[in-house]
Every structure is written in structure tokens, then in C-alpha cells.
């Protein structure tokens, strides 16, 4: 159980262009989902929290405009990078927790992002 | 001062090695202390996961809390060639958003 899907795990767009980035939990019911970035042999940074039904909250330095986050259903958030540019080739990562907020949570694959 | 500290590493043992991984932090109010596991390229993948102080054993892992020192560790037993990845230590207070470590970069060598 506990399965998060991402989707898709590498792309490849080019500069100005938007990418849309799919976050599922397939076997359970996510209430908040989170929006990870990881550059090269580093630790994941939080971008921004969802909550299914209301208006993502971004970390302090990330542009919600050029991140737009959607949180329409109880299984599935989207990222979308808008106006991509080189700089904003990274490792994406979301994470879902289950309905009860204070237990562990549990990451998507991964998309790798490659503006050209 | 970083809320969680975790030495990067890399580590570097033999196959069949034990295995000793370890996160301080600074925040008394965490309560929920979680490893991860990441392969190269992949998301986070969630070994342990321990609410308050003690310890937690789930095969060749254990994991161990002190919340006395703040200061969580991961054991690995029998280490394999398949434990080769980055280890994540990762801890939160209530809803609060998880906080990071890190991450050890570790390869075990047969």
C-alpha cells in the first residue's frame, strides 16, 4: 500500500514552454500532497504544500507563478512549471500523506526536468 | 545553525558491515522521525518511521531515537551492495511540514 505514481519521470521541453507534472496516490486518500525540488547530490527543498480543495502554500522564494499547483481531488495534484527556462531543470518530487496528517509520507518517483 | 544536521558522507564500508547512519537537530518540538532511502534518479523511499523516543527494528534495519540528545540514528546489518544509495533523515513536529537532512551518500562494496 501507501503507493504515490508521478508522471512522467523525465521530460525534456523547450525554453518558454510549460510542463505539467501529475502527483497520484494510487491506493489511498491524500489530503495534503507536497512539491519537492532536488538539484544534483542535495537534499530535497520544499517548494510548496497542497491541500486538496484550497490554494497551495509556497515556501518563501518560490515563484507561485511560475509554479502553479493544483490540488483538485483527493488523489491527485499537478505542477505545472510555466515560461520554462534552462534554470528550472531540476528533480522534481512530490510526496502525498494520508488523510490522518500526522503520520509519514510517502514519495512519487521523481521527474526529471530538462529545459533546452 | 541547520535545523537537521546529517554528515553527507560518502561512506563507504565492505559487504557485510554494520552500518551506523545519524541525523542531530536542534528542534526539541519534533516528534516524528522518518529514513529514507533514495536511488539515484528515483523519489525518496520510506524505510523507518518512529513517533517519540525508542527504538524500531524492521528486519536488517533499526532505527534508534533520543530525543534526550536529539539525535536519531539508522543501523544497517549485514550490509549489502544493494543498500548502496543516499540515506535521508527526515523529521516534523505535528502537521508541520517535514524537515530534511542531508543525506549520507553511502556505498557498500562486496
Known amino acids: 500500500g501507501a503507493v504515490v505514481s508521478q508522471h512522467p519521470s523525465w521530460v525534456i521541453c523547450k525554453s518558454g514552454t510549460s510542463v505539467k507534472i501529475e502527483c497520484r496516490s494510487l491506493d489511498f486518500q491524500a489530503t495534503t500532497m507536497f512539491w519537492y525540488r532536488q538539484f544534483p547530490k542535495q537534499s530535497l527543498m520544499l517548494m510548496a504544500t497542497?491541500?486538496?480543495?484550497?490554494?497551495?502554500?509556497?515556501e518563501q522564494g518560490v515563484e507561485k507563478d511560475k509554479f502553479l499547483i493544483n490540488h483538485a481531488s483527493l488523489t491527485l495534484s499537478t505542477l505545472t512549471v510555466t515560461s520554462a527556462h534552462p534554470e528550472d531543470s531540476s528533480f522534481y518530487i512530490c510526496s502525498a500523506s494520508r488523510v490522518a496528517v500526522n503520520t509519514e509520507a510517502f514519495f512519487g518517483q521523481g521527474t526529471r526536468l530538462t529545459v533546452v | 545553525q541547520k535545523e537537521v544536521e546529517q554528515d553527507p558522507g560518502p561512506l563507504s564500508v565492505p559487504e557485510g558491515a554494520i552500518v551506523s547512519l545519524n541525523c542531530t537537530y536542534s528542534?526539541?518540538?519534533?516528534?516524528?522521525f522518518m529514513w529514507y532511502r533514495q536511488y539515484s534518479r528515483k523519489g525518496p523511499e520510506l524505510l523507518m518511521y518512529?513517533?517519540?523516543?525508542g527504538n524500531k527494528e524492521d528486519g536488517r534495519f533499526t532505527a534508534q531515537v533520543d530525543k534526550s540528545s536529539k539525535y536519531i540514528s539508522l543501523f544497517i546489518r549485514d550490509s549489502q551492495p544493494s543498500d548502496s544509495a543516499t540515506y535521508l533523515c527526515?523529521?516534523?513536529?505535528?502537521?508541520?511540514?517535514?524537515?530534511f537532512g542531508q543525506g549520507t551518500r553511502l556505498t557498500i562494496n562486496p
Open positions: 527526515a523529521m516534523k513536529e505535528g502537521a508541520q511540514k517535514l524537515v
Open positions: 518512529t513517533y517519540s523516543s
Open positions: 497542497s491541500n486538496e480543495g484550497s490554494k497551495a502554500t509556497y
Open positions: 528542534n526539541s518540538a519534533f516528534q516524528y
